[in-house]
């Protein structure tokens, strides 16, 4: 190995390292488990369906990589316990956690039932918690950990009917930063990715506006919107040993969506 491979080895690759992805069986999630795993972590994706995730999981697998799925139901307390423990028997206590999965339900605001309210939270928010509460002491332990969340524009600027949807990702933000109080000083960072307009199966409803879509790419410095393989870099960077002394932030990836 040259001199050069070796240096961004020691700071980028996860060789040895595993990695619980929620939501890693399609868009960002999916890009994102590929990502950890091409650069050598073991990788457990959460979702729910099966058929989604066997397929990421075979094509993750005849790349070279470690996979696994689990199927789990994160929108309750009990399911999440359990996909918990499910995933962490598969290769071992999990050194990086990711929370992609969500739900995007995004009623008027005079519309917004509790029932709405109840399941966007218990998915975009809860479940991260309990994850978090499951997973972060261990890590800490150990003394190496990496949390990464994924979050919003809607974090941040309420646009397009954020609702109940922009409140769970506000609240996912603070979460980071909290969790990073916790277990920073014990090796664990915690972060949360922020994307802007992201063409992916979770904004297909926004998509079927060509007017819009057009109008988000245009607000971007980049001139597009976002893919999700945009987000493969930053998950790498924030899940290694690199970014050890990066904790509590809101990083965009999001074309200067936010700054435009």
Same mark, same amino acid.
């Given at each position: 190995m040259t001199?050069?491979?070796?240096?961004?080895?020691?700071? =980028?690759? #996860? @060789?040895?390292? +595993?990695?619980?992805?929620?939501? %890693?069986?399609?868009?960002?999630?999916?890009?994102?488990?590929?990502?950890?795993?091409?650069?050598?972590?073991?990788?457990?994706? +959460?979702?729910?369906?099966k058929t989604e995730l066997s397929a990421t999981v075979d094509e993750l697998t005849a790349d070279?990589?470690?996979?696994?799925? +689990?199927? %789990?139901d994160l929108g309750t307390r009990d399911g999440v316990r359990a996909a918990a423990e499910e995933a962490a028997a598969v290769f071992g206590e999990p050194d990086i956690l990711v929370n992609s999965a969500g739900v995007n339900l995004r009623p008027?605001? @005079?519309?917004?039932?509790e029932d709405v309210w109840d399941t966007t939270m218990a998915v975009n928010l809860e479940?991260? =918690? #309990?994850?978090?509460?499951?997973?972060?002491p261990g890590m800490a332990e150990r003394g190496f950990g990496?949390?990464?969340?994924?979050?919003?524009?809607?974090a941040h600027r309420a646009f397009v009917q954020s609702g109940a949807y922009g409140v769970s990702k506000g609240g996912l933000e603070s979460l980071a930063r909290s969790q990073a109080e916790a277990w920073s000083p014990? %090796?664990?960072?915690?972060?949360?990715? +922020?994307?802007?307009f992201v063409l992916t199966p979770l904004n297909r409803r926004l998509q079927s506006d060509?007017?819009?879509?057009?109008?988000?790419?245009?607000?971007t410095m980049a001139g597009r919107n976002g893919l999700a393989e945009d987000f493969a870099g930053a998950a790498v960077f924030l899940a290694g040993r690199a970014s050890a002394y990066v904790t509590g932030q809101s990083i965009h990836v999001d074309g200067g969506f936010s700054v435009h």
């Open positions: 001199s050069s491979h070796a240096y961004l080895s020691g700071l =980028f690759s #996860l @060789d040895g390292r +595993v990695a619980v992805v929620t939501g %890693g069986s399609s868009g960002i999630g999916r890009a994102i488990a590929g990502a950890l795993a091409r650069a050598g972590a073991s990788v457990v994706i +959460v979702a729910r369906r070279g990589c470690r996979a696994a799925w +689990v199927s %789990g008027p605001m @005079d519309e917004l039932g479940a991260p =918690f #309990l994850l978090g509460q499951r997973f972060g990496r949390i990464i969340h994924v979050t919003s524009q809607q014990h %090796g664990v960072t915690c972060n949360t990715l +922020v994307p802007g060509p007017e819009r879509v057009a109008a988000l790419a245009a607000r």
